[in-house]
């Protein structure tokens, strides 16, 4: 495996389990409408959602993906990869949260992406 190539892994790595780690978050505490009226405290279910404590593992990984990551590449490149994270979260959100996501947000999120082919294409070619 190229080095670019296992850099690019490393890269998407943190980028999955940056999404997985916030879409574990969401379902921890709560993902209905109107989930913040009902009487359970938000404290109480940060502290005793499975899915926190998933999110939170998740995001250790991360760490370990992102410092690798950093070890190899420019901050100038590794870093614009990351707006993928916003990507995948409205994707997520739409397929795994069954949220309703407008035009205008999906134009936004190609315009993410193609910012982030034009700041960092170049430099994978």
């Given at each position: 495996m190229t080095t670019t190539l296992a850099t690019l892994l490393l890269l998407l790595g943190s980028v999955v389990c940056d999404v997985s780690g916030q879409v574990c978050f969401k379902l921890g505490v709560g993902h209905e409408e109107g989930a913040g009226e009902q009487a359970q405290s938000?404290?109480?279910?940060?502290?005793?959602?499975?899915?926190?404590?998933?999110?939170?593992?998740?995001?250790?990984?991360?760490?370990?993906?992102?410092?690798a990551a950093l070890s190899r590449v420019q901050l100038s490149f590794a870093f614009p990869i990351m707006a993928l994270s916003y990507v995948g979260v409205v994707l997520a959100s739409r397929f795994i949260l069954n949220e309703r996501i407008s035009l205008r947000r999906w134009a936004g999120i190609g315009t993410i992406v193609v910012g982030v082919v034009l700041v960092t294409g170049q430099q994978l070619g």
């Open positions: 938000l404290v109480h279910k940060v502290l005793h959602s499975p899915w926190i404590a998933v999110g939170v593992a998740v995001y250790a990984v991360e760490f370990v993906f992102w410092f």
